[in-house]
């Protein structure tokens, strides 16, 4: 976290921050800006006003037990939002215009033509429409694909192409017509295992995909059965149960499974120290924070 530190220090020159090594006396501290705080740590704070974290997910944070009940503010950004939409963009042409052929055709030297699908053929499916959701449905409009989104309640505002599904009754209908499936919902307890053998067989045989959401969504030992036998034909994995993944894990050496480091999306440093700032002054003056969530929903 002492990447954070310059940040602060322009944007947030008041506040007295201090790392996780060298915490002082806790009953200083009224603000929590972390990913994955030990266990109990938060609730030995007395003063503590907000919980900040420097994701759009909380779920490294109500994963405490002990939680105090104190405001968590979640981060949205319009870099980190255009970020996750460029690695989706990048995740669905990389299969769907076969880039990973073309890859390993010029590391032989050999002039392959894969198969030239349109855009508009295609049909991409993104599981979760909150702000980074919605980013990603739109950018991938703008290029042609058809698209469609399903969320746990209803949604509005979106362009009439975008078709919309919600809640447990429509979620079969979705899956139906994703010939790429992107997972980008919060993690709770309710989306925890989702994306199992129920899920992959109920997408078109073949399909793709592309999860951006948690590793925890994923049941592997489905995911892998689901690769191997062809009913998916590729999965792009951005988020893992253990991070780093294990240098032994399967998915390194699976063939139709392209691994990348979590690196989907980045907060900026200066909009974490500019939130922060934000959130705090209106829990001070007692006013809600703009983006503070319910922790027992997760979102």
Not at 35 to 42: A, E, N, Q
Not at 43 to 62: F, V
Not at 186 to 199: F, Q, R
Request: proline share 8%; glycine share 8%; aromatic share 6%.
């Amino acid at each position: 976290m002492a990447y954070l530190l310059p940040a602060f220090a322009e944007l947030f020159p008041e506040a007295d921050v201090r790392l996780q090594a060298a915490l002082g006396d806790l009953q200083e501290i009224d603000a929590a800006v972390c990913w994955m705080p030990p266990r109990g740590l938060l609730a030995r704070m007395p003063e503590l006003k907000l919980i900040q974290s420097i994701a759009a997910g909380i779920d490294h944070i109500t994963a405490d037990p002990g939680l105090p009940a104190v405001p968590v503010c979640r981060m949205v950004d319009p870099d980190m939002a255009a970020g996750m939409a460029a690695y989706v963009c990048w995740a669905v042409t990389n299969r769907q215009r076969h880039m990973y052929g073309y890859v390993a055709s010029a590391a032989e030297r050999q002039w392959r033509e894969q198969p030239v699908e349109a855009p508009g053929a295609h049909r991409v499916g993104i599981a979760g429409l909150g702000a980074l959701g919605v980013r990603c449905a739109l950018a991938l409009r703008a290029i042609g694909y058809r698209v469609s989104g399903w969320s746990r309640g209803p949604k509005s505002g979106l362009p009439a192409d975008i078709a919309l599904f919600h809640g447990d009754a429509q979620r079969a209908a979705f899956l139906a017509g994703c010939d790429t499936l992107v997972c980008l919902l919060p993690y709770t307890p309710e989306t925890h295992g989702i994306l199992d053998a129920g899920c992959y067989d109920r997408l078109p045989r073949g399909a793709h995909l592309v999860n951006v959401g948690r590793g925890a969504h994923v049941v592997e030992a489905d995911l892998l059965r689901a690769l191997d036998s062809g009913q998916l034909g590729y999965a792009t994995l951005d988020t893992f149960t253990e991070e780093p993944l294990p240098a032994d894990h399967p998915y390194w050496t699976h063939p139709r499974i392209l691994v990348t480091p979590h690196i989907a999306s980045r907060t900026p440093a200066r909009a974490i120290a500019r939130q922060t700032r934000a959130n705090l002054a209106q829990i001070i003056l007692g006013n809600a924070a703009a983006v503070a969530v319910d922790p027992a929903k997760g979102y």
